[in-house]
């Protein structure tokens, strides 16, 4: 039989499960007019925690009544709390059009500035390593 605490954690989980879908990191892509395709990234932080307790009674002598395939261990009182929280935050958009381009949000840190100009340095190191591959 399973500890209630399993039961508990289980039942926060499966609730948090629901809630974490991939459209939500990465947005529903939308149309504009000029052609281009705008696509929202979030960042998606998740926590959770859970704990619980058995305890004894304060009089040891006073016996809990048994229930039927019940051991010692199942009879004790049991309290337990859960608490999950899921934080969605805003990051950056993806533009598709003639190139794609990362828009962030907020004022644009290093790894953004390098996730943004990835496809211009992939061109300019395959450009590169074509010359020293003719020699030149």
């Keep these: 039989m399973a500890h209630p605490l399993e039961k508990l954690m289980d ?24 052609g281009n395709v705008v696509v929202p990234v979030s960042r998606m932080t998740l926590g959770f925690v859970a704990g619980g307790s058995d ?6 002598e006073q016996e809990l009544p048994k229930k039927q395939g019940e051991s010692e261990q199942q009879q004790l009182p049991f309290g337990a709390g ?6 969605v935050a805003p990051v950056g958009f993806l533009v598709v059009g003639r190139e794609i381009r990362y ?4 004022g ?4 953004e500035r390098l996730l943004e100009k990835a496809p211009e340095m992939l061109v300019l190191l395959d450009r590169v390593l074509a010359r020293v591959c003719r020699g030149e």
């Excluded at 305890?55 to 040891?60: A, G, H, I, K, N």
């Excluded at 859960?82 to 934080?87: F, L, T």
């Excluded at 828009?103 to 907020?106: A, E, H, I, K, R």
């Excluded at 644009?108 to 790894?111: D, H, K, L, P």
């Design 82 to 87: 859960s608490a999950g929280v899921v934080v």
């Design 108 to 111: 644009g840190s290093v790894y």
């Design 55 to 60: 305890w004894q009674e304060s009089q040891p």
């Design 11 to 34: 039942t926060v989980l499966a609730n948090l499960k629901g809630m974490v879908d991939v459209s939500t990191v990465v947005g529903q892509p939308v149309q504009t007019q000029d």
């Design 103 to 106: 828009l962030p949000v907020s």
